[in-house]
């Protein structure tokens, strides 16, 4: 059983900056690809950011540049830093990581998501 727990949401003015943080735990033995997702009311999941596990980065072009996501792998962990906010970027933002447990599997999870709401 593998969880992934997200945390760093919240209320921010536009401008600002938030840093989501996601932790994986259980029986895992690697984490492979790693990235950040999110869902906006009315609209379909989209890619934020995905970071490999030798650290190879790609982004959306909606947050190129105001955006870095960077990972932990001793922690199973993946960061996703925001900066120059804006109420386009409010949404749900949700982990997600290809995760390799003990038995060798590779499996897709995803976090539970935390909101992140981009308003003055």
């Known amino acids: 059983q593998v969880q992934l727990v997200e945390s760093g949401g919240g209320l921010v003015q536009p401008g600002g900056s938030l840093r989501l943080s996601c932790a994986a735990s259980g029986s895992i033995r690697s984490c492979n690809n790693m990235g950040w997702y999110r869902q906006a009311p009315g609209k379909q999941r989209e890619l934020v950011a995905l970071i490999s596990i030798g650290g190879n980065t790609n982004y959306a072009d909606s947050v190129k540049g105001r955006s870095t996501i960077s990972r932990d792998n001793a922690k199973n962990a993946v960061y996703l830093q925001m900066n120059g906010l804006k109420p386009e970027d409010t949404a749900v933002y949700y982990c997600?990581?290809?995760?390799?447990?003990?038995?060798?599997?590779?499996?897709?999870?995803w976090g539970q998501g935390t909101q992140v709401t981009v308003s003055s």
């Open positions: 997600n990581a290809d995760v390799r447990t003990t038995d060798w599997r590779l499996t897709n999870y």
